[in-house]
């Protein structure tokens, strides 16, 4: 089975920086995408960053010029450094995988379970 475990949430003040990691396990033959999305209370789950296998990104407006996401595919794992962080942040984040298991021809996706950040004014 293929599972995501998102870690690097905590407490930053406004202004401060996380970098969150997540790692991908299981019997994958290939990482096609992995993305950031965050559910905020009382919110709906909205999309946050992506990167393909070719290393295209993707970001929300809201927070553009100020997050990085990244990937090491040797490593299976992808990171979202969080700069300049706003108290309008604060949500769990969770990380997203499009996977291609070993042995199958499809794409799945995947969730983790989610980290909390929490920004302070």
């Known amino acids: 089975q293929v599972q995501l475990v998102e870690s690097g949430g905590g407490l930053v003040q406004r202004g401060g920086s996380l970098r969150l990691s997540c790692a991908a396990t299981?019997?994958?033959?290939?990482?096609?995408?992995m993305a950031w999305y965050r559910q905020a209370p009382g919110k709906q789950r909205e999309f946050v960053a992506s990167?393909?296998?070719?290393?295209?990104?993707n970001y929300v407006d809201s927070v553009k010029g100020r997050f990085i996401i990244s990937t090491d595919n040797a490593k299976r794992t992808t990171s979202l450094q969080m700069n300049s962080l706003k108290p309008e942040d604060t949500a769990v984040y969770y990380c997203?995988?499009?996977?291609?298991?070993?042995?199958?021809?499809?794409?799945?996706?995947?969730w983790g379970q989610g980290t909390q950040v929490t920004v302070s004014s």
């Open positions: 990167i393909t296998s070719h290393m295209t990104t």
């Open positions: 299981g019997s994958i033959s290939s990482l096609n995408i």
């Open positions: 997203n995988a499009a996977v291609t298991a070993v042995g199958t021809p499809f794409i799945e996706f995947y």
